[in-house]
């Protein structure tokens, strides 16, 4: 059902630059504004943070949003920065 979310976990990749150079690391992790409402975003935040604690340092942030649904856009995006940043960890 492409309705529901789909990642419920944090899963980190590994990539390296050719010739043994930089490594990065994306870290995927489930969305906020889930179907399954705030409980579920809660959950998710405290995913998210454990993730970032865990990778050490970050040196970027990349906020994807579904910009066919205004709502994510208009309030989503606002609000998970809001509580991500303000949860303490």
């Known amino acids: 059902d492409t309705s529901k979310s789909c990642t419920d976990g944090c899963t980190t990749y590994t990539f390296r630059e050719p010739g043994g150079g930089r490594t ?20 998710n ?9 865990e990778a050490g340092s970050l040196s970027s942030i990349i906020i994807v949003v579904n910009g066919a649904v205004p709502r994510y856009v208009t309030v989503s995006v606002p609000w998970s920065c809001l509580a991500l940043h303000t949860r303490p960890m």
């Open 45 to 53: 935040i405290d995913k998210i943070l454990k993730a970032a604690e």
């Open 24 to 43: 990065f690391k994306i870290i995927d992790t489930p969305g906020l504004s889930d179907t399954r409402g705030p409980t579920q975003d809660d959950a």
